[in-house]
């Protein structure tokens, strides 16, 4: 028997934190499919094989993401989300230029990156981070009473009022934005976690995923 | 090898059609729906172009390279993904074109 003894400490279980309404983690095989380990049913899938993001094993600490190639590349998911309060997580290399989940046509959330990090609400509200990622970071996005929050690597980039905020609809998304997008990890609350139970979570993925404070 | 696809608008039926018949019969039909639009367009109402970036098995690029016979004004590309992240960006601007605008 093979133990893989970095199997307990990078260990993240969503769960030990809330309800989760959707979670995409490190599992699958079929580029056509993400499934949603939540117990919801709510699958990320793409049929058409031009737009399925590839799985490319062992790229962040020793596990497989997606990468979405900026052009097409994008999954739908099985139902929209549309709870107003929310917590989401995302382990991701956003590229230059990325939109990472949301909808972006017409109003509606989206979260996007153009060399900073911003919420847009799809009707010129915004709320954005000054800092210029590079590489696979944390990002989470907290909606609570029309105020949406944002951090990266459990750090506050700053708060907002925002609206349209739901629903989620989509994961990547080629029409606007053509930077490369590889995301790890995708986890979504359906409330807004507080702050004992976020830095928490987030810690935890962060030891999974390798990424530093 | 990673293949970048750009075809006037006018093709896109025919396109799509040639996309589900040859590489992918279940989800072809629905290959080439991302619009592109003439770079000085000042609205997104009418799309000039589709484009699409597709993985393409060796045993399929000749089939690939063929049809461009068909699609006469096509632009047909081989780039590295992980190597070239801006190629697409970078034609679109060699070609006049852009995405469409974000709603933000």
Known sequence: MIIDPYRYARAFNPFDYGTVVAWYSDTGSDPSIWPDLSGNGNDATQATMSKQPAIVPGALNGLQVRSFDGVDDLLLLASEITTVASTSLFVADMGNSSALIGRDTATGYVLYFASTLFI???AGGQVGSSQVLSGYHLITVKLAGGVSSLYVNSVPQGD?????LTPIAQIGKGDTFTGVLSLAETVIFPVALDDTARPAAEAALMAKWGIAA | MRYLIIIPAADKDRANAAAQAHFDALGGAFTFTVPLF???????ETPSHYWCSAEV????VPTLLAMQAGFPSSHINEYDLAAQPDYPQDRLATLGLR????VL
């Open chain 1, 160 to 164: 907002q009022s925002l609206s349209n």
């Open chain 2, 57 to 60: 098995a060796p045993a399929n």
């Open chain 1, 120 to 122: 847009g609400d799809g």
């Open chain 2, 38 to 44: 003439l770079a000085d367009a000042e609205t997104d």
């Open chain 2, 99 to 102: 995405t469409a605008r974000p």
